[in-house]
C-alpha cells in the first residue's frame, strides 16, 4: 500500500487548509481504515482522525480536533479539511493504513500509531499566530 499526502502549507491562525491522502497498491482491498496524524519536531505522533472504508464510513475524532476537523473520502483519496486552525496545530500531517479488520472503530484502536501498517511521507502544515 502507498499513501501519498498533498495540500500543506502556511496559513494564519483561524485559517482553513484541506489535506488529500492519496491511497494506492495492490493491497488496496485489504485497508480496512485509513488515519490521519500529526507529528511534532520531537518525533511523537499524535492520532487525529480515522475514517473507516467499510460501506458504514465510520469517522472516529481526537478530542483536540472535533468539530474543528473533519474527515472524507472520495474513491481513493482521503481528504482532512482543517478549519479554524490553531499554531498548536502546526506539524508534520501523515496518513497511514490499518489493514486489521475492524467491526467496532473506537478512539483507542483508531488513533494510536501501532495500529497502522503503512505510512506516508507526510505534508507541512504551519499555522502562524
Known amino acids: 500500500v502507498q499513501l501519498v499526502e498533498s495540500g500543506g502549507g502556511v496559513v494564519r491562525t483561524g485559517g482553513s487548509l484541506k489535506l488529500s491522502c492519496v491511497v494506492s497498491g495492490s493491497s488496496f482491498d485489504r485497508v480496512d481504515g485509513i488515519g490521519w496524524f500529526r507529528q511534532a519536531p520531537s518525533g511523537a505522533r499524535q492520532g487525529l482522525a480515522c475514517?473507516?472504508?467499510?460501506?458504514?464510513?465510520v469517522k472516529i475524532y481526537a478530542q483536540s480536533v472535533e468539530g474543528r476537523f473533519t474527515i472524507s473520502r472520495r474513491k481513493n483519496t482521503i481528504y482532512l479539511q482543517m478549519d479554524n486552525l490553531k499554531p498548536e496545530d502546526s506539524g508534520d500531517y501523515r496518513c497511514?493504513?490499518?489493514?486489521?479488520?475492524?467491526?467496532?472503530?473506537?478512539?483507542?484502536?483508531?488513533?494510536?500509531?501501532?495500529?497502522?501498517?503503512?505510512w506516508g511521507q507526510g505534508t507541512q502544515v504551519t499555522v502562524t499566530s
Open positions: 475514517i473507516s472504508l467499510r460501506d458504514d464510513e
Open positions: 497511514a493504513a490499518d489493514l486489521t479488520m475492524r467491526p467496532i472503530r473506537t478512539k483507542y484502536n483508531s488513533l494510536r500509531v501501532v495500529e497502522y501498517d503503512y
